[in-house]
């Protein structure tokens, strides 16, 4: 399967503490993009890269998050500090330079208690 | 920034009837519009997309209506069948002819139930 992976597909942990989520866009495409859906609502947009370089991030990225993608290959997403509000699924999505369809991973789905 | 609303939120229907969801967005430089099927537990799959340069597009079940001037655009899915239940999202923005992205704008979903 070639398809965007990622890890973990589940995570519980107690607020105040660090989580990291990781997304393996399909080779060679250039553009990743993170996405947070809530239960009952549509995915909002957080941040995308263009290779390496982190090229606009939404008002919803507090300073608690961080994302990179050190290579242009691979992201990480990383949330510090979690918070109950911090709850939902994060999704992650690619796409190659010059296309525009958004293909998605399988989400992480995470469970602040 | 981008608005964009769906409607309805539910929709049932018999199978082997026709189900219509409808979308309005806000920003007349939206020129993409796709429409994704999402399962419970799964991501966002897409199922068909348009782009604002045409009017309509369809495969085979599926079809997509756009009018721009009036920025609604919308999901004709024919002949349904249970296997159609999941929620389906529209979605709009601007990616291609232009360097801003193409970040997407999802409306807020409609659980489509096709009872056999």
């Known amino acids: 399967d070639t398809g965007v992976s990622q890890n973990p597909r589940h995570k519980i942990t107690k607020r105040g503490q660090n989580v990291t989520f990781r997304c393996d866009p399909i080779s060679e495409h250039n553009r990743l993009y993170w996405y947070r859906q809530t239960l009952g609502q549509g995915p909002e947009f957080l941040t995308y890269f263009q290779n390496e370089a982190q090229l606009e991030k939404s008002r919803l990225l507090s300073d608690r998050f961080s994302a990179e993608r050190p290579k242009g290959s691979f992201s990480t997403l990383e949330i510090q500090r979690t918070e109950q509000g911090d709850s939902a699924m994060y999704l992650c999505a690619s796409t190659g330079e010059t296309g525009v369809t958004q293909y998605f991973g399988p989400g992480t789905r995470l469970l602040v208690l | 920034g981008e608005n964009v609303e769906q409607h309805p939120s539910t929709l049932s229907v018999q199978e082997g009837d026709s189900a219509v969801i409808k979308c309005t967005y806000s920003d007349s430089a939206s020129n993409y519009f796709p429409w994704y099927k999402q399962e419970l537990g799964k991501g966002p799959q897409l199922i068909i997309d348009?782009?604002?340069?045409?009017g309509e597009k369809k495969d085979q079940r599926i079809a997509v209506t756009l009018n721009k001037t009036a920025k609604h655009f919308s999901l004709h899915i024919t002949e349904t069948q249970p296997e159609d239940s999941a929620v389906y999202f529209c979605a709009a923005s601007i990616s291609w002819g232009s360097n801003q992205g193409g970040k997407l704008i999802f409306g807020q979903g409609t659980e489509l139930s096709v009872k056999p």
């Open positions: 348009i782009r604002s340069n045409v």
